[in-house]
Structure formats: C-alpha cells, structure tokens
C-alpha cells in the first residue's frame, strides 16, 4: 500500500449489518484512490464483522479494528490513533455518500489551507425511500459571503455556522494532533457536537463545497434514538464541557456570544422533543444547576438572536419547571428586563441567609 495517503475514512460499526455493504462500497469507489478504510467494529452481535473481513480481502485499504462494545466516541478515536492520512473524515456505517465526496472536499482543503472541510448533506428517508432537504443552519450563509471563513472572522456566529454532525466535514490530522482534539470517551450522544465545537473554536480556516455530497439515513428504528431517550441527561454536560474547553484554550471571551446562543437554542430545541416527565427534568437541570455554568446568567437581552429562545432561557433562570407551567398555563410571559434585578435579588437573599446561618451557628 502507498504511503502517501491523503484521507483516512475512520467509521465506527455497531451491528450495522443492514446497511453496512452500501456504506463501505461508495467509500471504496471514491474517485479519489489514495486512501484508506478504517472500520472500528464495536463489538457487534450481527455478522457485521464477517462483511468487515470480506472486504479487507478485496481491498488491502481496509483496516480493522475490533472493541467491546464502548460507544461511538472510543471508536472514532481508536480510529484517528491508527489515521494515517493527511486528513481525515469520520463517516457513519448506516449513511452513504457521492463517489466525488472525499476528492472535492480534499482538493477544497488543499487549495485553500483549510483546517475543516464541510459538506452539504440531504437526509434520506429510509420508511419512505426518498430524500429530504437538511434543515439550514443559523449561520450557514457566511460560507455564502467568505470562501473561507473563521473564528477571527466571524467570533459572534462562527459555531452556529454549521450543523454539529460529524459525517459531513474533514479535518486536516495535522491540526487535530497539535490541537490534541479527540471524542470526550464518556459520552454516548451528542458526542460528535462536542467534537465539531471544539474543533470550530481552534480552527484558523473553514470551507465548504456547496453541493449535497453525503446521505444522512434515518429511520424508525435507529439506534441513536434510543440512545437520545436514555442519555438525554447529557445534554447540558456536554455544553458545560465545551465551555470547559473554550475557556481552557481562551477562546470563550471572544466566541461568547455564539456560545450562548447555540447552547440555549440547543436546549431550547432538545426541550420541545422531549415528553413531558423528562421536560421537567431537563427544564430544572438547567434552572437550578447549568443556566449559570453556561454563563446564561450573565447574558444581556441583546445578545440572544432569537426572541423566542431569548424569553424561554428568562423562565428558566427565574422559575422551577412547575412554577413556569403553572405561569405558562395562564398565559403569562416573563419580561426579559426582569431578570437581571430577580437575580441580584437572588444572590443578596443568598448572602443574607448564609449571614444568618453562620451567625446562628456561633450562638449555638
């Protein structure tokens, strides 16, 4: 095999059998040659392993890596340890992609120096057997103003400019090894929008080829729907960690405001697809715990871009769940203005009450 690899396909495999020939053959008949196939096989029951092994037969591209079953997250970074191209994508095993997918976004990536890549996508309906349109993103235009786009260049929208999906985008290895950017382990959902934010917060160059390249499967029984229902806690942890992160690297001054945005419209979309006893749940976990480690508390008016998110995230720092339901059945809206003077309020009663205790504890 050439040592002159330039992109090394890294897709993780849990009991994909279904779909899994379709997704390795539009990857080994890619236009572009030079290249390798890492499957990263966690721990399936099915006989995806069998077709793993068939293929690495045919193809001296393929590589495969076996694990007890250990999510997503440790799988993609088992791959990128053994990644030896010089970018690298991480595609999903149930998807399927254009044969001009990885030579468009290489020869983008090389012309232009890029640190990320991007690529249009459509959804594939697999009940119906038909495509869809992607919903747009926030900020997805400013690829249509810049060819080349950045964090220096766009600090206040720059992590709402794409989705947070993975399959779609292909980063240059040597950036994500100086940067040390890898799928936080502990995650099972929602690990791939921590790993794009992150990257998007370091990365000096971003491009994106304006042409549907990738075929996003969804389907009743998807996996990852299940997941979404068992790991949704997750959710708000996963925004304070990449806080974590952009303060680490000093990044969170500068992307402030499109943190705040994207983690409130985020939770404010999570919040409406979730059933009610779990609404409560997540509602009161921001409420008492993450609206402040988000930094939401902090937040003026003007800064929110959506009015509807804007005066959402105002009930969460103001009222428990049941006290907004009760509020909400009524009709009644918090004002925006309000909160700044309820918190302050908040933290003088705060003080006060330790004052209390403390001088209440001397007496005994």
Not at 76 to 89: E, H, T, Y
Not at 183 to 189: A, G
Not at 202 to 212: I, M, P, T, W
Not at 305 to 327: C, G, I, N, P, W
């Amino acid at each position: 095999m050439s040592d002159n690899i330039k992109v090394s396909v890294v897709m993780p495999i849990y009991n994909a059998y279904s779909y899994l020939r379709p997704a390795i053959d539009c990857v080994i008949d890619q236009t572009l040659q030079d290249i390798e196939l890492i499957c990263v096989d966690d721990g399936s029951t099915d006989h995806s392993l069998d077709i793993l092994k068939e293929y690495q037969q045919l193809d001296k591209r393929v590589r495969i890596i076996t694990q007890s079953n250990a999510g997503p997250s440790i799988a993609r970074n088992k791959g990128l340890m053994r990644a030896r191209g010089d970018f690298v994508i991480f595609l999903d095993a149930d998807d399927f992609v254009e044969n001009t997918l990885l030579e468009k976004l290489y020869t983008l990536a090389v012309e232009d120096n890029l640190d990320i890549a991007v690529a249009k996508f459509d959804i594939y309906n697999d009940k119906k057997a038909r495509f869809e349109p992607a919903i747009k993103c926030d900020h997805g235009e400013i690829f249509e103003e810049n060819r080349v786009v950045s964090k220096s260049t766009y600090p206040d929208c720059i992590l709402q400019s794409t989705t947070m999906y993975i399959w779609n985008k292909l980063f240059r290895r040597s950036f994500l090894k100086e940067k040390e950017l890898s799928f936080d382990p502990e995650l099972r959902v929602f690990e791939d929008a921590y790993f794009v934010v992150t990257s998007l917060s370091l990365a000096s160059a971003v491009g994106k080829v304006h042409e549907v390249l990738v075929h996003h499967r969804v389907y009743a029984d998807q996996a990852k729907k299940k997941l979404f229902k068992k790991y949704f806690r997750q959710v708000p942890e996963i925004y304070a960690r990449i806080k974590d992160f952009l303060m680490h690297y000093g990044m969170y001054t500068p992307l402030s405001q499109s943190f705040l945005n994207l983690s409130a419209s985020r939770f404010y979309k999570i919040y409406n697809l979730l059933w009610s006893d779990a609404k409560e749940e997540f509602f009161d976990m921001y409420h008492f715990d993450y609206a402040e480690r988000l930094g939401w508390t902090k937040a003026h008016p003007e800064e929110f871009e959506a009015e509807e998110v804007r005066d959402f995230v105002a009930s969460v720092l103001m009222y428990t769940h049941k006290q907004y339901a009760r509020r909400d059945g009524k009709g009644k809206r918090v004002k925006i203005d309000r909160v700044g003077p309820y918190l302050r309020f908040k933290a003088r009663l705060e003080k006060f009450k330790g004052y209390f205790r403390k001088n209440k504890e001397k007496e005994l």
